[in-house]
């Protein structure tokens, strides 16, 4: 079977805008090694910790991840680089939200994380929009707008591989739920 006309269209459309993104060699490894080790790690725990890795490793920035809390009703930090400056369980900062779009709170650039929009509504919680989570990387100057858009870029990527665990995670208690039931 031929590839379609549309996804054709598209695959020429995202193949001009990586040129117009103008990502350096750095950032298009970052990207790629992200994807590598979230396929490769099985532990949300350690796909939590290359999230906030990655702008470590590759830039010298550090990080922290928030993820929606569905018993909390808001975003809890689940991962940071800085050692031992903040309990993983802390709500986050009032300086942190869910904001729809990227902004700076004091040297930190806040970028929202989002889910699928065609597979919210199937999440084990309601997120604000389809914002899941939240990165938050600094110090970092907010008026370098391909900074800005590399992170975007970024965030992007740890939406899908979280919103993708987080379904799988949803399955896996559903099978067990019937699996209990039948066993019952």
């Known amino acids: 079977m031929a590839v379609s006309e549309r996804v054709l269209t598209r695959l020429e459309k995202k193949k001009a805008d990586y040129t117009t993104y103008g990502f350096s060699r750095v950032e298009s490894n970052a990207l790629k090694t992200y994807f590598d080790l979230a396929q490769e790690f099985d532990d949300i725990q350690d796909v939590y910790q290359v999230s906030v890795g990655i702008p470590k490793s590759f830039f010298g920035l550090e990080a922290r991840l928030y993820v929606v809390d569905p018993r909390r009703g808001g975003l809890s930090l ?90 799988l995670q949803k399955n896996v208690e559903h099978v067990e739920f019937v699996r209990r039931l039948v066993a019952d």
């Open 78 to 167: 689940v991962a940071s680089t800085e050692d031992g400056s903040h309990a993983l369980t802390w709500e986050c900062p009032g300086d942190v939200d869910m904001a729809q779009r990227p902004y700076c709170a004091g040297e930190s650039l806040i970028l929202p994380i989002r889910g699928k929009k065609q597979l919210v509504s199937q999440l084990p919680f309601r997120p604000v929009g389809d914002v899941i989570g939240v990165l938050e990387v600094y110090p970092c100057d907010a008026s370098d707008a391909h900074r800005v858009l590399f992170f975007e870029k970024y965030a992007n990527r740890i939406g899908f591989s979280l919103h993708m665990r987080f379904l």
